[in-house]
């Protein structure tokens, strides 16, 4: 088998993005220099779904694939309060239409108290022959083989560009979590505070002590704690079930 474990998060927004409006000419017409857009039917949603679906697992050569989408709630939330607060509080209108769809034609599976990055991470992790599709680069930073079904390439990731990407982050921290990291530093800082390491084991202990010396024990030990909680990918969660793979031809994807 060849298991396609997919995050539908970002391919949702890739089937639900609007349609340019055209002309007479059949060119994309702009107003104030900005291109004109139309919410697509739900026809065309789900035209876009089934392409999107058939692009991946066709491409990727998978024979069976495990669709993970957002459901209900995020520990992360109840350990940093403005986690994620950068973005907009509204799903798009055309999600739950996209959600549903993906439920029903794919059996795609909500992700419920955790992030569909956990889901994809701990399903990847516990069955041979899996890999990640994704877009996110925290997902495709992750160590092994991912196929990014946006430029269609495969990505490897070895253990040690994955952890230090890990820790680029914790100190740089990431805008789209809005996670700040230590306030004015960035790559080049953690660059220097590496070097002379021999192994990736050396990196928390550096970091820790960055974060201490920056904001002071006790709070940095609480940033620090708050940070890597919320960007840490999980490799296994209380009660998460493995789901069965379902087979590509079985189901008609293709």
């Not at 639900?16 to 104030?32: A, C, F, R």
């Not at 992360?76 to 403005?82: P, V």
């Not at 490897?156 to 230590?182: C, H, L, P, R």
Request: aromatic share 14%.
């Amino acid at each position: 088998m060849k298991i396609a474990v997919i995050d539908l998060d970002s391919l949702a927004f890739a089937a639900g993005s609007p349609n340019k409006v055209l002309g007479e000419n059949n060119e994309p017409i702009k107003e104030n220099g900005k291109f004109v857009y139309t919410d697509k039917t739900e026809d065309e949603l789900k035209n876009s779904v089934h392409y999107w679906m058939n692009e991946i697992l066709t491409k990727s050569e998978a024979t069976h694939y495990i669709a993970f989408i957002k459901g209900k709630g995020n520990y992360r939330y109840e350990i940093k309060s403005d986690y994620k607060a950068n973005r907009p509080k509204e799903s798009p209108k055309w999600w739950d239409f996209i959600k549903n769809y993906f439920i029903e034609e794919y059996k795609a599976i909500p992700v419920d108290g955790i992030e569909v990055d956990d889901a994809v991470n701990i399903t990847r992790l516990a069955l041979r022959d899996s890999f990640i599709c994704a877009i996110d680069k925290d997902l495709l930073g992750l160590e092994g083989s991912h196929y990014n079904w946006r430029k269609n390439e495969w990505v490897y990731t070895n253990k040690v560009e994955a952890v230090y990407n890990f820790w680029v982050d914790m100190i740089a921290g990431q805008s789209g979590d809005a996670v700040k990291g230590i306030p004015g530093k960035g790559e080049k800082f953690v660059q220097k505070l590496f070097d002379g390491c021999n192994s990736a084991e050396e990196y928390r202990p550096l970091v820790l002590e960055a974060y201490i010396s920056h904001f002071g024990e006790g709070v940095g030990i609480k940033e620090f704690y708050k940070n890597y909680s919320c960007l840490k990918i999980l490799e296994g969660f209380e009660g998460f079930v493995i789901p069965e793979p379902i087979s590509v031809k079985k189901e008609g994807v293709l």
